[in-house]
């Protein structure tokens, strides 16, 4: 008898984050990203390291003393709900999430969010 594989794509997909956004995924046992406020109605996951990088650095930095660059991996299938949005230059492209769907967005996390990058 046969068995079926099945192979799930992922995407890798980064998160720039201030301290207390990383204190809060961190107490999560880094598996998922913290409720919106609620002046917050989108959640930005970005779609490339770089552009993570530049918000980390150059807005995290700067307006909570320390910036964090995260990487996690989300099944492709779901995230492919939520179309790149193109917000400035080509590498600038992020997915907006509601806000009243993060929950289900981290159900679909794979594996840990991993902190890539630090910037103080």
Known sequence: MLSETT????LTLYRPVGPKELA?????????????????????????????????????????????????????????RYPAQAVGAAIHTELWVPAEELTQFNENI??????IAEFR
């Open 110 to 115: 794979i594996g840990l969010i991993e902190v």
């Open 24 to 80: 809060l995924i961190e107490a999560s046992g880094w598996r998922e990203f913290p409720p919106r406020l609620p002046d917050q109605p989108i959640f930005y996951p970005v779609t490339n390291e770089e552009y993570a990088t530049q918000i980390a650095r150059d807005w995290n930095l700067r307006h909570n003393g320390a910036g964090f660059v995260t990487r996690f991996q989300i099944r492709a299938e779901f995230a492919a």
């Open 7 to 10: 192979t799930m794509e992922l």
